[in-house]
């Protein structure tokens, strides 16, 4: 007699044969603990560092210095060997807890993120940002095996509990893919909400075949601190019932009842898959749900939102199941929590506050929710410009459709807006106090009140009149740009950017008349603003304030789809042809197919080589590497 079992019975147990018990180095993360559960590892993103502790005195032993901007952490078995992802510098680093230092550097693709490592300590696997491909290491000899392609712009990654499958999630659309580890392609996706937005980890239950990814919803047809932004919670069935694919989406906002809670960051297991944490880095808080194994409900949660440290980015469960460490970026520090009751046992520092004062405190107002910054606890800068990053959304603002811009560069390139309705971040102060983020304001005194789609910001001087202002001014206007992954070296360009390069400095084509200077714009801050007509003001119905806009930098722009003010061109090539039909933005109707091509290649390669750190056209509020930190705020 044979018995038949259920199909997707026998799905579940071949890709979760493993042991039951969730293992925190399975997931990408800021932190990871050693599975024998006596040292932890946290990446101290902003002062390029990590720091070891020991879990047992709850003291750090080491901060190791690794580079600019740590995004993952994975230790290769007990260690003391661990590796790094540092993204601005695109390598992974492999330290030696014991010795505190770095062993060797190894050179990958650009944008390294997400990065987890098989139990036998055999390979690691990373997820590249841009341009979306997963690496392959060899850990034994520490080069790379292969890359796979896995969708875009991609952060989140766990390995499956029989480590046959990779899942990484789409950073911009939380889409989740599924990649079969020995074919290394995409074997199966998962997709959410058009809103959904933001997703930077995906965890995976260790008895059932269910991912849980943390992001947040994007709502861009809607301009209001109560309806733009919003936590959510998705739950991925990876053996669909009833052969159907299933992804459920869970609004975190209403989960604590009247009680709002912003930017979920990441989330944890137990061990035992039991109860899943959740963190909020716009407001501090973390909630703790009960995995209900119904594939209905889900989760259940358990008391109230708990308050936990500023900005927490991290948060990982002990092996035994004894202790949850939460990461608080901005705190500089690790609290570690009783899991029986949640009840703090111990705050253990891991770093100094990088740069400065005011840009500490810039950043922290930049990254919250919470109030002065908005009455609401909906949303916060960073909300939609992460880490000085786009959101990759085009929004309806009551001016009309309007892309959200990188502020890579931002010290540079004033004033502000496509508009150019602003001339300095304090300006921002109309944003803070507006129907968007509803806040109390930085600043105490009235402002000149808007009629229509006045610039009524440039009639105010804001600057050296609030500290906070001058703070978010500060952090706002730090962010650098790296070089282009699409040069052979730095400085050099390939043979098509070379002739691409001609064709933009030529007269026939002409988009180095606006595109000039270090920065390829001729933005400026002296009055009149170089605004210009480039033909796409009538493309949009609801636009009330063109046909001039400002000219954007185009350093980074290889990065940054959509693009023009209204983000209908979906790429470089449709910049320079579908959305030029009259030759308005540059002279480009004339050029051969290669010609386009090779000015697409050029434009690809911005930054070819890093522009200067100071122009005429330079803000004083800004964070300066090196100099004293009263000088990070100076001037007016």
């Not at 002062?47 to 070891?52: A, D, E, F, L, R």
């Not at 036998?120 to 690496?135: K, M, Q």
């Not at 609030?466 to 001014?473: E, P, T, V, Y």
């Not at 500060?474 to 360009?493: D, M, Q, R, W």
Request: aromatic share 8%.
């Amino acid at each position: 007699m044979s018995l038949r079992l259920p199909a997707r019975l026998v799905l579940t147990t071949l890709l979760f044969a493993s042991p039951p018990s969730a293992r925190a180095g399975s997931s990408n993360s800021l932190m990871d603990i050693t599975p024998d559960g006596k040292r932890l590892l946290v990446a101290n993103a902003d002062n390029g560092s990590v720091t070891v502790v020991d879990t047992t005195t709850n003291k750090g032993l080491q901060e190791i210095a690794v580079g600019d901007k740590p995004e993952g952490v994975a230790w290769i078995g007990n260690g003391p060997l661990a590796a790094v992802t540092v993204y601005r510098d695109d390598n992974v680093a492999f330290i030696n807890a014991d010795k505190g230092a770095v062993v060797e550097k190894l050179r990958v693709p650009d944008e390294p993120y997400g990065i987890v490592i098989t139990k036998d300590g055999s390979r690691a696997y990373v997820t590249h940002e841009y341009p979306g491909t997963v690496s392959e290491i060899d850990l034994h000899k520490r080069k790379i095996l292969r890359e796979m392609k896995a969708g875009s712009m991609l952060r989140g990654l766990a390995l499956s509990p029989d480590e046959k499958r990779l899942y990484v999630t789409e950073f911009y659309t939380g889409v989740l893919h599924a990649l079969d580890r020995d074919k290394g392609v995409v074997v199966d996706t998962w997709k959410g909400h058009s809103s959904d937005n933001l997703c930077r980890n995906v965890i995976i239950h260790p008895r059932r075949p269910k991912a849980y990814l943390s992001h947040i919803r994007s709502k861009i047809e809607v301009i209001d601190g109560r309806g733009s932004i919003f936590p959510q919670l998705s739950v991925c069935d990876l053996v669909p019932p009833n052969n159907t694919k299933r992804r459920t989406s869970f609004a975190m906002d209403t989960y604590n009842g009247v009680y709002v809670v912003t930017n979920p960051w990441e989330a944890a297991l137990s061990p035992d898959g039991k109860r899943l944490y959740t963190i909020y880095a716009g407001t501090n808080d973390m909630n703790v749900s009960e995995i209900v194994d119904d594939d209905y409900r889900e989760i259940k949660r358990v008391d109230r939102a708990r308050r936990i440290g500023q900005n927490p980015r991290a948060v990982r469960v002990s092996p035994d199941g004894q202790k949850v460490y939460i990461a608080n970026a901005l705190d500089f520090d690790v609290t570690v929590y009783d899991a029986a009751n949640m009840k703090v046992l111990a705050h253990i520092k891991v770093c100094e506050p990088p740069k400065s004062p005011e840009w500490v405190r810039g950043k922290i107002l930049f990254s919250t929710a919470n109030y002065p910054l908005t009455t609401r606890r909906w949303i916060a800068c960073s909300s939609c410009h992460p880490d000085g990053h786009s959101d990759g959304r085009v929004w309806h603002n009551p001016e009309g459709l309007r892309k959200t811009p990188s502020l890579m560069g931002l010290a540079h390139t004033h004033p502000l807006h496509w508009s150019a309705d602003r001339d300095e971040v304090q300006d921002f102060e109309y944003t803070i106090r507006g129907r968007l983020m509803q806040g109390a304001g930085l600043f105490r005194g009235s402002l000149k009140a808007k009629a229509g789609f006045e610039a009524a910001e440039l009639s105010m001087d804001l600057a050296g009149r609030s500290k906070d202002l001058d703070a978010l001014a500060v952090y706002s206007n730090s962010f650098e740009l790296t070089l282009s992954p699409h040069i052979p070296a730095p400085g050099k360009l390939s043979a098509a950017a070379e002739r691409g390069k001609k064709l933009f400095f030529s007269e026939a084509v002409g988009c180095a008349k606006c595109h000039s200077g270090p920065y390829y714009t001729d933005s400026r801050l002296k009055k009149p603003f170089n605004l210009h007509d480039v033909g796409t003001g009538g493309d949009d119905a609801s636009e009330k304030m063109g046909p001039r806009y400002d000219t954007p930098t185009l350093l980074g722009v290889y990065r940054t789809a959509p693009y023009l003010h209204h983000g209908k061109a979906r790429t470089l090539r449709d910049v320079l042809t579908t959305c030029n039909k009259d030759d308005k933005h540059g002279k480009t109707g004339h050029l051969k197919a290669n010609e386009i091509d090779d000015l697409t290649a050029f434009l690809k390669s911005l930054p070819y080589e890093l522009p200067p750190k100071e122009t005429p056209n330079t803000v004083k509020y800004r964070y300066l590497k090196g100099e004293p930190r009263e000088r990070s705020a100076g001037g007016g």
